[in-house]
């Protein structure tokens, strides 16, 4: 992937939903959402965005919760990526 995200931008690529549930039950792909949870592929080099100092908080490999509705969605090389910026981000799952 050639993608460099910049300033505080991330770019996650999205977990794929579970097609079974931990009882057994094939849940069908219409009636999902699209799960909230990504692993980041990139991270930018942050510094100074908008006047104020901001250090990036995830790193590449990172499993993270982002906000329902932020981001903007890309395609490269057939693989779809989503480019948030790093305050959209609510959480590192550890």
């Known amino acids: 992937m050639n993608l460099a995200p910049l300033g505080d931008r991330v770019v996650l690529k999205q977990l794929q939903a579970e097609e079974t549930t931990k ?3 094939v849940l069908p792909g219409q009636n999902k959402e699209k799960p909230q949870q990504a692993e ?3 991270v930018g ?4 965005v908008d006047g104020k100092e901001v250090a990036m908080q995830v790193k590449v490999g990172d499993n993270v919760i982002y906000s329902k509705y932020s981001g903007t969605d890309v395609k490269i090389d057939e693989e779809e990526y989503i480019i948030v910026k790093q305050s959209d981000i609510l959480a590192i799952i550890k």
Do not use: D, F
């Open 45 to 48: 080099p942050g510094g100074m």
């Open 40 to 42: 980041v592929v990139a």
């Open 23 to 25: 009882s057994g039950i």
